[in-house]
């Protein structure tokens, strides 16, 4: 095994929405993985050679396990079809030890969390650190529909669950997240936290600075 890589197992697939599928990963002898912070991401050796990464969506508090969450991309090029496709329960994976360059402030904030679609994954493992910490934060999930929006039970259920917002592009228009709305007037101590499309995430920069955010409160990664 190369040094950079460790092998774990996939203890668990499940299918969280339409096209979206989760995987739990545990190492193979039972002991803890890797810490690692809100964010952060692994790569991910798929058994045709490629490599993808993906935000862990579990926890940091628990470390027994990394949670992935993989959207089959339509125009996939074998990685997303690659994890649907031949990955299975009880396979094992090589993977990297988690990066992080998405990484929560370490001033004491206000954090404002907008995911679209599977940007969902840092963002809900943000949320949970966040809440365990005491931390004032909000997160807003936008998807397409309900059907393509992942990990709407664990949501609901959440004990955090009053602060989540969910934006659904074919619902009514009241509960479309309007980000002009959203943006301004935000307070000095208040940071925002993006993941999702490129076009999604353009358009929630561009709102951001339009509404004066300075640079250092804007946080973000492109993958």
């Known amino acids: 095994m190369n040094e950079s890589t460790l092998t774990v197992r996939v203890a668990r697939r499940n299918i969280e929405a339409d096209g979206i599928v989760s995987f739990e990963l545990a190492s193979l002898d039972g002991r803890d993985l ?5 964010g952060a991401h692994i790569d991910v050796h798929l058994p045709s050679g490629l490599v993808r990464q993906y935000s862990i ?22 990685g997303s079809a690659g994890m649907h496709d031949v990955v299975r329960e009880g396979d094992e994976l090589r993977v990297s030890a988690p990066r992080n360059h998405f990484a929560l402030a370490s001033a004491p904030a206000k954090h ?24 004032a934060f ?9 059907s393509r929006a992942a990990f709407l039970e664990r949501l609901a259920n959440a004990p955090w669950s009053q602060r989540v917002q969910l934006h659904f592009d074919d ?3 009241q509960q479309r997240l309007h980000l002009d709305t959203l943006l301004k007037d935000a307070t000095p101590d208040t940071h925002l936290y993006v993941c999702g499309p ?26």
């Open 34 to 38: 890797p810490a690692f912070d809100a």
């Open 57 to 78: 969506c579990s926890a940091p508090y628990e470390p027994s396990h990394y949670q992935i969450a993989v959207l089959r991309e339509a125009q996939s090029r074998g």
């Open 138 to 146: 909000e997160l807003h999930y936008c998807a397409r529909s309900r």
């Open 171 to 173: 619902e009514a228009e």
């Open 198 to 223: 490129q076009g999604f995430m353009n358009a929630v920069l561009d709102a951001a600075r339009a509404n004066a955010w300075p640079e250092h409160r804007l946080h973000y990664e492109f993958f």
């Open 112 to 135: 404002v969390l907008l995911a679209g679609g599977i940007g969902l994954t840092p963002l809900l493992c943000m949320a949970q650190r966040l809440d365990r910490d005491g931390e």
